[in-house]
């Protein structure tokens, strides 16, 4: 059974860091580009960052880009989302999501799994 499991999400102020983590399961995670997007309230899923299997590539919403990170362990089945600097427009549900699609990484349909989503709130 497929499964990508989202944890780190929190309430925390402006200017703060954050980490996000993704477990997957039940899938070779070593043949799957992984992909984080957030969705605001009232607003649609939107693309935050991409890595490739491998991890030597990875691509960022110009809204991010500079200030948060996505890396990968294939060993541990993990990819994180490192977010510093956060503002209140980064408030959303955050979602990693699993694609062998890596040329269409910014296309939420694309993406052959999703986890649940954590909680992020940043106040100002």
């Known amino acids: 059974q497929v499964q990508l499991a989202e944890s780190g999400g929190a309430l925390v102020q402006a200017g703060d860091s954050l980490r996000l983590s993704c477990a997957a399961s039940?899938?070779?995670?070593?043949?799957?580009?992984m992909g984080w997007f957030r969705q605001a309230p009232g607003k649609e899923r939107a693309f935050v960052a991409v890595i490739n299997w491998s991890g030597g590539t990875s691509y960022y919403a110009d809204s991010v880009k500079g200030r948060f990170t996505i890396s990968r362990d294939n060993a541990k089945n993990t990819v994180w989302l490192q977010m510093n600097s956060l503002k209140p427009d980064d408030t959303a549900i955050y979602y990693c999501?699993?694609?062998?699609?890596?040329?269409?990484?910014?296309?939420?349909?694309?993406?052959?799994?999703w986890g649940q989503g954590t909680q992020v709130t940043c106040s100002s």
């Open positions: 039940g899938f070779t995670f070593s043949d799957y580009s």
């Open positions: 999501a699993a694609t062998r699609n890596f040329g269409r990484y910014y296309y939420s349909p694309a993406y052959d799994y």
